[in-house]
């Protein structure tokens, strides 16, 4: 459905909707990576803004110094996607190698403490843009693609979800999904047949944090702006909203959560500013009637 609707509405002239579609995508990458945490591995993180946000600013930093010093080559957009990843990877592993070390209530507070340290710093950052964000003027180049076009930045973001979908369809079914769900359910009787908890968690947290990386430069090239907001606790609780109303450890549930969300925010946000009241009844209605989610 999300493969062939804004095909259609491209070829009917009408271009919002492909880029509507693309940032349901965008987020649903994000959710399908928090899933990868919550459902399969038990570990609630309420910092994944973090991530996100540091994704979109490696994109923008690199934009901005492509254009204003003329360093062409910091415009590729393969190269971001690969730096965003990559600088993801370094920081969860240091927030992973910290926080993973609690557990429950204690291990929440934790990354959210460690994804506002990272939102007051941004803030404090004025060299690129501080409070007010950064602007990305031009859409970052894929060699052989042209992204200016919005089918074409749609079918990448499609094409990286369906591999991202198809990666946690891997790790789940695989020997190390299988130990990622023992040390959910029983750390003690993992340790007894050699196998370390604490390294699948802090392995699952760096893989989950690299693909909302990638959500976050895709996220920021779609908007062409990055700011503060992206690494706010608020971002961290509507991909956890996604995870919940699709289905915690449903494959596609958090593709569906995510979708409804936006619906939501695009047919009620028109009306009224309390659009999320609406949500929040059906978001009740799954927690108390359909616990599997709405996949």
Not at 49 to 72: L, M, P, R
């Amino acid at each position: 459905f999300l493969a062939v609707l804004p095909v259609i509405t491209d070829f009917a002239g009408d271009r919002f909707y492909t880029g509507f579609f693309a940032r349901i995508l965008i987020l649903a990458i994000a959710a399908v990576s928090l899933n990868l945490l919550i459902g399969f591995g038990g570990m609630v993180s309420f910092g994944h803004a973090a991530f996100i946000g540091v994704g979109g600013y490696v994109v923008g930093i690199a934009t901005t110094h492509a254009i204003d010093d003329g360093i062409e080559w910091l415009q590729n957009g393969y190269f971001q996607v690969f730096v965003s990843i990559g600088v993801t990877a370094l920081l969860s592993l240091l927030i992973g190698a910290i926080s993973l070390r609690t557990r429950g209530i204690h291990f929440i507070m934790i990354t959210l403490a460690f994804a506002q340290m990272i939102y007051y710093f941004a803030i404090s950052w004025p060299a690129y843009g501080g409070e007010d964000g950064l602007s990305i003027y031009v859409r970052n180049k894929f060699p052989g693609v042209n992204t200016l076009d919005p089918i074409n930045f749609f079918l990448i973001c499609f094409a990286l979800l369906m591999l991202c979908i198809l990666l946690i369809s891997v790790l789940k079914n695989s020997r190390f999904g299988t130990a990622l769900q023992a040390a959910r359910q029983n750390d003690e009787r993992l340790s007894t047949v050699g196998i370390h908890p604490f390294k699948i968690r802090l392995t699952t947290f760096v893989v989950s944090a690299m693909i909302t990386g990638l959500a976050g430069a895709l996220y920021a090239d779609l908007n062409r702006f990055v700011s503060p907001s992206m690494l706010s606790w608020h971002t961290s609780g509507e991909i956890m909203i996604f995870v919940i109303l699709g289905g915690v450890g449903r494959l596609f549930g958090p593709v569906v959560g995510a979708a409804l969300f936006i619906l939501f925010e695009s047919m009620f946000g028109g009306l009224t500013e309390h659009w999320m009241l609406f949500l929040g009844l059906v978001l009740l209605a799954v927690v108390l009637f359909a616990r599997g989610g709405l996949i």
